[in-house]
């Protein structure tokens, strides 16, 4: 009779897979947990340590980890050695193991779990049996996984090979993601010597960033709740790989906020940021800041989605809207277009300390969130003329802002808008150009300030902003020609702040 050894920690389907087993000719051979479902399900169960000779030991630490578990497990049943060699110590050939392991990452996920309990979480048995049956996959299915218990149960009377090592390679996937979960958790350094990080696979995409590539969506085991790897999409097409590449950047966008504010965002840029006593009023802000590059932008808003401000919204070409939540009213009139992408998700602030990570070919670059805030406390007045409380406000308000704007980054904006954005050009006076271009065909541009990502290098960023209605400027400084261009601000009669802090986004 052939031979399964059972031991799971989740029990989903057990007793029906087991059952399958059965009616397929095996002798089922279960560990404690395991063995009492089975028993309870009514199937006829031998205890592992009727296999092995020793009982479960050390509050079961130690159940499977025995030679004439593993022997007959990794026997190669093609060698007449092998067989002759378990044969001898008369131990049986173990045709199917079926395990999943114990809770590791959940159970360090839940608050105020202390390291002894983490460490009992970490299951040893369990992946030396399933790596021995993956490895001798030739003969033996490895079954990981409840949702596998299915197929497993067809292959098993079709005798297929290649669902057979394809669920050999699922278990190695799983357990090397298990012990890359267990390492970051030993070993809490932000960059260790050997990086192993582990993601699952959500949803393969239709394509890539362009039609002729490939692309997959894959979510890390402890994705923060303020993440899209959490949202909920309620309505619309499926994301598509440029779709979460943009609403990632507009999360992190709105998140810098506490007012009701609103973003929107083009090709991981904002065209428009809005702030306002009611979701509303800010929308209203966000939409006048570019009501041309709106147009097929992603709309993240910090506040729940009122009637008034969806009836505005629903008069537009936009491809998704992401907010906390999104009252019943607005949902039913935004849910007219097919294939608006409405999500819900938490945006409560982000963990500190978060990383981020870019790949590059062979290797990958991993590096601490810019989460610098600038105060008012980390101005230094460089110019004779100070900026008043209202410029100090529309500069820090811009500071924020343009940390997400792709370099070279220039911001112009008041306290409570963004009027026109420079972004990603080979120089910064092009930067500049464009977004008080931008900005000069906004009503609320007098008076306005900008802030730019890093130092001037020349003073012609100055001139150009000063001639052109800019009366207040935030940049990092540490340029040797600083000197020219606080000259230059005192000329024209407009205020500068440096931050000493550089906000370089590429």
């Known amino acids: 009779m052939k031979r399964a050894l059972l031991s799971v920690y989740d029990k989903t389907d057990i007793v029906s897979f087991a059952q399958g087993l059965i009616d397929l000719g095996f002798e089922l051979v279960a560990t404690g947990g395991t063995q009492t479902a089975l028993t309870e399900g009514g199937l006829a169960v031998t205890p592992v340590e009727t296999i092995t000779g020793f009982p479960e030991m050390l509050g079961g630490r130690v159940k499977t980890l025995h030679p004439a578990v593993h022997a007959g497990i990794l026997a190669r049943r093609e060698d007449p050695a092998d067989m002759a060699a378990i044969a001898a110590q008369d131990i049986a050939p173990v045709d199917v193991v079926a395990i999943n392991l114990y809770p590791f990452a959940a159970t360090i996920a839940q608050p105020g779990v202390t390291r002894g309990e983490a460490i009992e979480q970490i299951d040893i048995g369990g992946p030396t049996a399933l790596r021995a049956a993956a490895k001798n996959a030739a003969a033996v299915w490895a079954v990981c996984d409840p949702a596998d218990y299915a197929a497993a149960l067809a292959g098993i009377a079709a005798d297929d090979g290649d669902l057979r090592q394809r669920l050999a390679a699922k278990v190695f996937q799983t357990t090397a993601a298990y012990d890359a979960q267990i390492a970051a958790y030993l070993d809490p350094e932000p960059f260790p010597v050997q990086f192993t990080p582990t993601y699952t696979r959500r949803e393969l995409m239709r394509y890539g960033e362009n039609s002729h590539q490939q692309a997959a969506f894959y979510v890390a085991p402890d994705a923060p709740a303020a993440s899209l790897a959490n949202a909920t999409q309620l309505h619309g097409k499926a994301m598509s790989y440029n779709n979460l590449k943009d609403a990632d950047a507009a999360l992190a966008m709105v998140q810098e906020f506490d007012r009701p504010a609103v973003v929107a965002v083009k090709h991981m840029n904002p065209c428009g940021i809005g702030l306002g006593d009611t979701i509303e009023a800010a929308w209203d802000k966000a939409y006048a800041a570019d009501s041309m590059s709106i147009f097929g932008g992603i709309i993240a808003l910090n506040r729940p989605v009122d009637l008034?401000?969806?009836?505005?919204?629903?008069?537009?070409?936009?491809?998704?809207?992401?907010?906390?939540?999104?009252?019943?009213?607005a949902y039913a009139i935004l849910a007219k277009k097919k294939n608006l992408r409405l999500l819900t998700l938490s945006l409560g602030t982000q963990p500190q300390g978060q990383l981020e990570s870019v790949s590059v070919v062979g290797g990958l670059l991993r590096q601490t969130r810019?989460?610098?805030?600038?105060?008012?406390?980390?101005?230094?007045?460089?110019?004779?003329?100070?900026?008043?409380?209202?410029?100090?406000?529309?500069?820090?308000?811009?500071?924020?802002?343009?940390?997400?704007?792709?370099s070279n980054a220039i911001v112009v904006a008041k306290a409570d808008q963004t009027l026109g954005i420079g972004a990603g050009q080979m120089n910064r006076i092009g930067s500049v150009e464009i977004a008080i271009r931008q900005a000069q065909t906004n009503p609320a541009f007098a008076g306005a300030v900008m802030a730019s990502d890093?130092?001037?290098?020349?003073?012609?960023?100055?001139?150009?902003?000063?001639?052109?209605?800019?009366?207040?400027?935030?940049?990092?400084?540490?340029?040797?020609?600083?000197?020219?261009?606080?000259?230059?601000?005192?000329?024209?009669?407009?205020?500068?702040?440096?931050?000493?802090?550089?906000?370089?986004?590429?």
């Open 308 to 329: 008034a401000t969806a009836t505005k919204m629903h008069a537009l070409f936009l491809e998704i809207i992401m907010a906390p939540s999104f009252d019943d009213d």
């Open 370 to 406: 810019d989460e610098q805030i600038e105060t008012g406390a980390d101005l230094t007045v460089v110019t004779k003329l100070a900026p008043t409380p209202e410029q100090e406000a529309a500069l820090l308000f811009a500071q924020q802002v343009v940390k997400h704007v792709k």
């Open 454 to 506: 890093a130092f001037f290098p020349m003073d012609d960023c100055v001139r150009y902003a000063a001639q052109h209605g800019i009366r207040a400027i935030i940049q990092p400084g540490g340029s040797i020609r600083d000197a020219d261009s606080i000259a230059v601000a005192d000329e024209y009669g407009i205020a500068m702040v440096t931050t000493g802090v550089r906000h370089f986004r590429h």
